[in-house]
């Protein structure tokens, strides 16, 4: 699907929302199951399928809910802030607990039975504790044994000045083989893939853990520690530095969730002899409710302890390859040159895409941000913007969907195609498109440098109207040789009938026929997909903005599995033929 079309579904409240992380803890480990599947899945199903709601097979009334029950499983949490939760052995599913919670300290990362009461459905539960149950010798999620005793290899390459070791049982990867991997520094010039292991599932054996990889590459670009600490594509509430081994790196989580599965994603920055690294982590996990036999379910310090000891075993030596010059860090950067390929996105002319590309000095790397003149005002943004990793962003840098926190970083010399869409405005939007240079991890807004973008409004017919299938049959007040004048704030009832029974909704469309014989699209009516398809009506109010003869109704429903074509008509002024 093209990227404009994508921010279109996305407008139209398709909402293919991304699991984000939230927190390291647990609790929104499970969400992102949920949110990772909720396209593809409608309510009930999607409680069976992502292991979000934890009814056992035979439902449980409200009743049963508000009676005490034992719980068993791992516990984990914060103590410090007073937070803690309980993976359950039976199914996996996850618990926020509440109540006594004081009986809870020194148990972090034990198996325990608690006592109490299950107070909420919507995942994450709530549980009251009442009591405390005890302590079992069944251990949560471990390393095999075999994981520190393993007979290990290491590895050496003296070009980029890296040595590192693994267990036997992993599989090493040649990076000619590994694919394309870029890394997610600030600058994707550069990047060199140094290594890549594949992690068996069985590390961590009888639990959801499905695997992952391993992979070392460096940025030969970068020659600042402050700007290698940094992330091409990133949240900051979620970054953080770490010590393994004496060497201190920047790190970043991200996490997704897809088809029952939720990958985290942990990356570690370091700037050593002259050489920005990047050592990654891929981990998988099965969600626990889609898998019929009991496991064991990782938590975030499981994940912690697999990366605490492959990262411990990572050492760096002078490289023999020439090494990025560091700069002055004094110099202030700026932009010499900042182009687009067009100052107007539209769905006809370009498919809303437009190709910026620009040049700097002394820059590390770049922003690209987005202003609307006017502001956008209520929930759902008038405009949407699609960059390159497909996360939709708006005004002032903000999601159509949810807030957007994420920030990401370009390399300092180089261009980036973006979509724009106006899904909600007849009337053009105006973006303003500015870029911003970065040196040692700091932003220079002075030097900054924008172009103003005219978004015009979203045509769903961007290669001409398609011809009408005749499966929808339109009907409107007016006579069928087209001479019927409709003024202009008038009202105008449209009925309309659906032979195909497999359609949800059907769209209405204004079109008109021009001198080239063509049919051209006006506006969209209602702004939304009218229901039920199979026989229903709307009326509409006739805009002023149009005037003029030769204009019909046209319907077709999503997915072009039926579609309509209505008789002729002129709008005139609402001030002639009063």
Known sequence: MPAMEAGVLIMRGRKAVMARRLTHDLEFRRLAFCLGTCLFASTASLARANGMTHYPATHQTVEAKEAETTMRGCLGGRPEGGFYYLVADDGGYFYVLHGNTALLKGYVGKEISLRGKETDAVAPSR???????????APCPTLKPSFSRAAW?????????????????????????????????????????????SIPGGVYPNSNFGGGSFTISVNTEIGNGASCRQFGFSDPRFASSHAFHGIQYAEMVRTSGAAGTIYSNYQFHTLQNGLCYEIAFEFSEANPGNIERRIRVLRDIDESNLIQAL?????????????????????????????????????????????FSWATQHADYVEISYKCIPPMAGDVPAAVILEDHGYPAGCNNTSPLFKNTTVEYRASNSSQTIAFGNNRRLDPITIVVELTPFA????????????????????????????????????????????????????????????????????????????????????????KCFAPASSSSYTWTIPDRYSGGGFRIYSGAPGGTASGLGAHFSIVPWTVER
């Open 153 to 197: 290899q290491t590895e050496r390459n003296r070009e980029y000045g890296i040595e590192f070791s693994y267990p036997d049982d992993f599989a090493l990867t040649p990076v000619t083989e590994s694919g394309q991997f870029l890394g997610n520094f600030v600058t994707d010039q550069g990047v060199v893939p140094v290594a890549r292991l």
């Open 440 to 527: 040692y991890g700091k932003a220079y807004p002075d030097s900054a440098k924008s172009i103003s973008i005219q978004v015009n409004a979203h045509n769903p017919f961007p290669e001409g109207v398609p011809t009408p299938d005749g499966k929808i049959v339109l009907s409107y007040p007016v006579h069928a040789d087209g001479t019927t004048k409709l003024q202009q704030g008038s009202s105008l009832t449209i009925h309309w009938t659906d032979a195909n029974p497999r359609d949800a909704c059907v769209n209405l469309y204004l079109i008109q026929d021009v001198v080239t014989g063509k049919q051209i699209y006006r506006m969209q009516l209602g702004d």
């Open 127 to 137: 549980f009251e504790i009442a009591s405390f149950g005890q302590i079992f010798d």
């Open 311 to 355: 990262i411990a075993r990572v050492e760096f030596s002078i490289p023999t390859v020439a090494v990025a010059r560091e700069g002055n860090p004094q110099a202030v950067p700026r932009i010499t040159r900042f182009v687009a390929s067009s100052q107007t996105a539209d769905d006809v002319a370009n498919r809303g895409q437009i190709t």
